[in-house]
């Protein structure tokens, strides 16, 4: 186990992404606690779910921007090196062969920060997850 030095809280991994304080309460929250130089990309990554799931609700699920309507579609979060995506594991199965340049496992493609954001991909996978049904 691996106790985080600024709040206490103890987790599996060591150096676990993790909020020390409460999580945020919404995605506008969520990404102005993030770094400066990622907050652009996360902008970039919600805006293109939004105009591809205009009808979904934009709700904080497991501590990540989560979009919502009847069930969970699609969340997405920063990490240190990469911008995760969780579409889950069907979707990451039905896409396999655009994301030969993405590490992925189970149901969550890593979109490092060093190469730009496949925002086509995104938004066809967000689009999918919503016309498929529940995939968390």
Same mark, same amino acid.
């Given at each position: 186990?691996?106790?985080?030095?600024?709040?206490g809280?103890?987790?599996?991994?060591?150096?676990?992404?993790?909020?020390?304080?409460?999580?945020?309460?919404?995605?506008?929250?969520?990404?102005?606690?993030?770094?400066?130089?990622?907050?652009?990309?996360?902008?970039? /990554? +919600?805006d293109?779910?939004?105009?591809? =799931? !205009?009808?979904?609700?934009?709700?904080?699920?497991?501590?990540?921007?989560?979009?919502?309507?009847?069930?969970?579609?699609?969340?997405?979060a920063a990490?240190?090196?990469?911008?995760?995506?969780?579409?889950?594991d069907?979707?990451i199965?039905?896409?396999?062969?655009?994301?030969?340049?993405?590490?992925?496992?189970?149901?969550? /493609? +890593?979109?490092?920060?060093?190469?730009? =954001? !496949?925002?086509?991909?995104?938004?066809?996978?967000?689009?999918?997850?919503?016309?498929?049904?529940?995939?968390?």
């Amino acid at each position: 186990m691996w106790k985080c030095p600024k709040c206490g809280r103890e987790f599996k991994n060591r150096n676990q992404d993790h909020f020390c304080s409460q999580p945020p309460k919404t995605i506008d929250a969520y990404i102005a606690a993030q770094p400066e130089s990622v907050q652009p990309l996360l902008h970039q /990554v +919600r805006d293109t779910i939004r105009g591809v =799931l !205009p009808e979904a609700q934009e709700r904080i699920s497991w501590s990540m921007p989560t979009y919502w309507n009847k069930h969970n579609i699609i969340h997405f979060a920063a990490f240190k090196n990469h911008i995760g995506l969780y579409p889950g594991d069907k979707a990451i199965k039905n896409f396999s062969s655009r994301l030969t340049e993405y590490k992925t496992s189970k149901g969550t /493609v +890593r979109l490092p920060y060093n190469k730009p =954001l !496949p925002l086509k991909l995104i938004a066809d996978i967000a689009k999918w997850c919503c016309e498929t049904g529940d995939h968390h």
